[in-house]
């Protein structure tokens, strides 16, 4: 699959070059579009969407021009807003546990696997039970953001809710989660953890809440790259700080154990002093 992108981010571009990109430029040749009129396009979206809009939106133009193979691609070095920072949000105390307990009983599964694997939604939910080895400790993960095929491992947490699934039971077949939408995820998640008072949530956080798990335990950046299929480093680079953080809290344990602070005087008993 390496090379190729899924239906999913088909269907996206599509739309981008549908709705947005053909009333722009209209019956324009793509050979005939310069430089200045894609900044144009980027100004009239200014203000209109947010910024990572924007870049996505030029990297479709990106594409169409390098599939017609123009020389001189003029989306290339176009004035694109400063993409934003990436969100890093995970849970502290007992959130996750409460976010669990309040999920119905058929997200529940959905939830405990997002959060032990680290998957995106649209990678769980296209999850076969063929794809699955308990045996390897692994999940074949063949429908990812990038169309790169890639492998989630099972630790303990996952091999719990594998199994109260039914894993061990008998060869199962099928998808893990049949006749459920990505939306009717999304929306019983966001409720879910309103009823468990957990604010500023989403079923996407539990894939920063795995990889902030896992970096604040000493898991190096490429190792984590690896694991959440990330195409370039830097999107991981967001979880750097979270070890500096973690390390800092360590280091400090030790005040009030070591200090530079001179001693007390020692009191010498009365009595001893005669007969030094």
Request: with cysteine.
């Amino acid at each position: 699959m390496k090379g190729r992108i899924t239906q999913a981010e088909y269907d996206r571009q599509e739309g981008i070059v549908n709705k947005h990109l053909k009333p722009f430029f209209g019956p324009m040749k793509l050979k005939l579009i310069c430089k200045t009129q894609v900044n144009d396009y980027i100004a009239s979206r200014l203000g209109v969407v947010r910024a990572g809009t924007i870049i996505k939106e030029c990297n479709t133009l990106k594409c169409l021009f390098s599939n017609a193979k123009i020389s001189i691609n003029p989306a290339h070095g176009a004035k694109v807003p400063k993409a934003p920072k990436g969100r890093v949000r995970y849970l502290t105390g007992d959130e996750l546990g409460r976010i669990l307990r309040s999920c119905p009983e058929w997200l529940r599964p959905i939830a405990g696997l997002a959060v032990s694997l680290g998957t995106r939604r649209g990678e769980l939910l296209k999850v076969r039970w063929e794809d699955v080895s308990i045996a390897r400790r692994e999940i074949r993960l063949q429908y990812t953001k990038n169309g790169e095929e890639r492998f989630a491992f099972i630790n303990d947490l996952a091999l719990q809710v594998l199994n109260s699934m039914g894993a061990g039971t008998c060869k199962r077949k099928g998808p893990l989660f049949p006749d459920v939408t990505p939306a009717q995820v999304t929306v019983a998640f966001i409720r879910a953890c309103k009823d468990a008072g957990v604010e500023d949530f989403s079923l996407h956080d539990l894939r920063h809440h795995y990889a902030s798990m896992l970096r604040m335990n000493g898991v190096d950046l490429h190792t984590l790259q690896k694991l959440l299929g990330h195409s370039d480093l830097r999107m991981t680079g967001r979880y750097s700080h979270l070890s500096q953080s973690f390390l800092l809290g360590a280091a400090k344990q030790l005040d009030g154990v070591v200090s530079l602070a001179p001693a007390s005087p020692e009191v010498v008993p009365e009595g001893e002093a005669q007969r030094v």
